[in-house]
């Protein structure tokens, strides 16, 4: 590949702002879901419990 | 609710910023003059920061190292030459034959342009090297002097 | 539950399709003969900001459906398709302000597509904002598809502002047999991958949004 420094910089921040937003995205949903989830389960045994 | 109030600001602060944007839209409708535009007697450039695109004529590129200073001939390819005088390094892609915007002060009498922003305007070809079709160089000029 | 397409099998799978495409884009497709190498930057460039397109017309589709069927079960997904709008705009608008400060010379400027593109991005927020500020209920479903289909419009704004106006940003590549049979069929794969991957976060999005619902519902009954 021929690039001058800036043009390398320019190419890898580019493809680095993008491929870690998206893989952050991905992570978070993945997060939020767990939480959402274990906080699911704690209210419906609660709601059990009090019935 | 406190945070309403908030959400509410938020809202009209956007209102705010496309009506401004919107605003602006106005302004640079016409991002750039051509030189045949800059040269017509009924537009007022006088003392006013204009843009002005062209195509930078072959041959008329000169580098000053020790004043870091560029001038170049901008040109239409029928008449209209521009004298542009910039002061600092130019874009990466700035070379002779290439589409220029230049942002500064124009002088009809003189035919100068001095400017303090310039900016490379490429076309919208890629073409990879082994690509036997001609590189479209009428695509380049079209972008900047045909709309 | 049977595979649905909110399941992480899928996402991992179409991020991985993604980062494939990129490793063609960056290490084996040719290189351009105006710009060099700096041009791959189209590969990431170009697919943020026609997905944010179709964030836009998913929440289009949300919106209308919402009007004719007096409903509010569409605001899950217009919440998630406004997220995604703003979320890929602001990717679209980085990655072409870098590339433009190594092809133009600047990082900014407000020509017509750079800034009917900035709008679209003030918009998707604004909805977001909306959302947030009323409360459930008529008005916030008819507002915010009101807002939503303004969005919509903005959109083909945007894809003609090069056309219709003189713009420092060239006019579109695709459709005009201005690229190279090899750089434009990476374009499109980019492009489609990357649609798919934002659907894939939608439908992710919706189903956790409809849980945190579920369990707003959980806790009012409860009390």
Known sequence: MWLTNAQGWALAGAYVVVVLALLSALVYLYYERRKLRALQQTLTEKQHEEN | MKKTKWIVGSLVIVAVVVALSLLKLDDNIVYFYTPREVFAPDLDVWGKNIKIGGMVKVGSVQKDMADMRLTFVMTDFKGHDIVVQHRGTPPDLFKEGQGVVTEGYFDRTQKTMQSHTLMVKHSEEYRVPHDTEMQNKELLIKSILGN | ?????????????????????????????????????????????????????????????????????????????????????????????????????????????????????????????????????????????KASAALGILIFIDVPIVYKSVTWWRTLHQPPSIGGGTMSGEILTLLLITILSSLLFMTWLLFARVKNLRLQQRIAELVSDWH
Do not use: N
């Open chain 3, 1 to 141: 539950m049977r595979a649905e397409f909110a399941a992480w099998r899928w996402g991992l799978a179409l991020f991985a399709l993604q980062l494939v495409g990129w490793g063609w884009g960056l290490y084996g497709v040719g290189t351009d003969v105006h710009q060099g190498d700096v041009y791959r930057i189209i590969y990431v460039h170009v697919p943020t900001c026609l997905t944010a397109f179709v964030c836009a017309f998913y929440l289009f589709l949300c919106s209308v459906y919402a009007l004719r069927k007096k409903t509010e079960a569409c605001l899950l997904w217009g919440q998630a398709a406004a997220e995604l709008g703003l979320l890929f705009t602001v990717l679209g608008l980085l990655t072409g302000s870098i590339w433009g400060r190594v092809t133009w010379g600047v990082w900014w400027t407000w020509d017509a597509r750079l800034l009917t593109t900035f709008i679209l991005g003030v918009l998707f927020a604004a909805y977001l904002l909306l959302q947030q500020a009323l409360p459930r209920g008529a008005a916030k479903t």
